[in-house]
């Protein structure tokens, strides 16, 4: 019985791969990748060292040993630690208000016409404003700055995961709310067993861009007008001439970056199993 | 006592459209019974409304005109007692096969245990114990349909309606699905609309065949199809089948000759206004 039925799937056939196959899949790339990065720093040492200045000057620009020698030295260094910790704070709080606030709006705005014609007027006339541009009205709402750099990274994070929200939720495929009508669904459980389910990819999207968006600003925001955090950790190396220093505030941003959007993902796919499975096909 | 449920009767139904400031008329004036357990096939061209009717018996498309009574009481919106199955793919792809059929049955706020047992059961009418853990997304047309099948028949709806639910199968597991279909029909004994435009369909599964004419859709000839159950694929090359499927292509012909004013262009874009007009409701 079980063998008729694979049969008459061939895409449940393809899905056992042999693992010697699969290993091949995944090595071959993973050198590539390496060998790519491999070359970015080359390139770098050699601009560096040999101080090419050709349109874009090297000249003070700190060699990739000079900026692994001050990152050995600050990576232990309460202070770096200090920086990074009060960057990665702003940015959970900030984005953590943005993603319960925005995913709360889209979801009603995205189902009713009132909610949206309601709130999207407002909205939509703040939105071209860029989260930098709120430096110095948030640094004079908020009694302290701690305050308006969180409230920076939570403008940065909102609108694309309202936007996303929204988009996923009035996108959801029709078909999929007749069936749970003529299964028997009522207006509540349509909502929560269909429409928000169906909208999550959307949702996730959101969040990722989102992420993306609140470190963004933050680092601007910290540039500006802040006393801690990495941002202001990389431009007070300027302005002291630690210039091994700038470079490492950036990788460093790079790499809270780059690890708090793989945070999300890794989250969503616990929630979202199938779209896991589905990407890996 | 279950023969006796699941009697429809359409009185003097007209369904109308608005479509781009021109009301389109889809259904006109049918009046027709559908007695308890029957098998009962609407056949016609692509347009000719017959998924409209199907969307009125199921309670998401609104009459314009008449009324529509299933056990003698008027049908206002869909409930899990009367289920549809659509071509289209609408299995929630978050939810593993077990889930997908479970659905109707918590949507009921049916106990867990009695859940499991029906749901167990189901899966093994359709022949899918083995894949209950998969998602919709990992399974072949055919058997994303027996799901569908599975999470309409978990409700034991007195009434099941098919939209073309083979159309996009190979014929090979179209006939498989046919010879599914007839035989949960024969243990389950529930009525049956089946909306078709492939005439072996048609002749192969029902007791009877309503024939529609180009839209406004009507009812052009209601005939018994007279071939003796239990059907097998092997009828379809009896000169009995023969016989009624030449009769059958040559109604069909006439109504494509009666209408040619309509371009397929032009049809095509009306179902899908007519889908939109479903979904705003």
Redesign the interface.
Known sequence: ??DA?VS?????GN?VRPAKLRKKRLFVPAVIRCASLLACIVLWYLASTNKWNVIVNFENVPSPSAVCQAAVQLVSSAKFQGHLLSSVARVFSGFGCAAVLAIAIGLGVGRSKLLSDLLMPPLELLRPIPAVAWIPLAVLMFPNPEESMVYITFVGAFYPILLNTIHGVSSV??????????????RV?VFS??IV??A?PAIVTGLSIGMGNSWFSLVTAEMVAGQFGIGYYTWESYTLQKYPNIVLGMIAIGLLGMLSSLLIQRIAWLF????K??ANR | MKGQAGGISVRNAGISFLASNRVVEAVRDISVEFSPGSFTTLLGPSGCGKSSLLGAI???VSLTQGQILVDQRPVH????S???V?Q????????TVRGNVE??L???GIRKAERQHLVDEILDRV??S??QH??P????G??QQRVNLA??LV?RPTVMMLDEPFAALDAQ?RL?MQEMLLELWNGLKMTIVFVTHDVDEAILLSDRVLVMSRRPGRIRTDFEVPLARPRTADQLTSADFNRLKKYCLELLREESIADEGASEGELVELQDLE?TE??NR
């Open positions: 019985m079980a039925l008459s799937s061939p895409t449940l899905q495929d029709s078909n999929l709310i007749f069936a749970s009508l003529t299964l028997g669904a009522n459980r067993d269909v389910p169906a999550l979202m199993p199938w779209a499975l589905g | 199921a309670g998401f919106r869909p409930d899990g009367r289920g549809v659509f289209h793919h609408n299995l929630f792809p978050w939810k659905f109707g918590q949507m009921r022949k899918l083995t894949f998969s998602y997304g990992h399974l072949s055919g058997m999470r309409v409700n597991t498989q889908f479903r979904v």
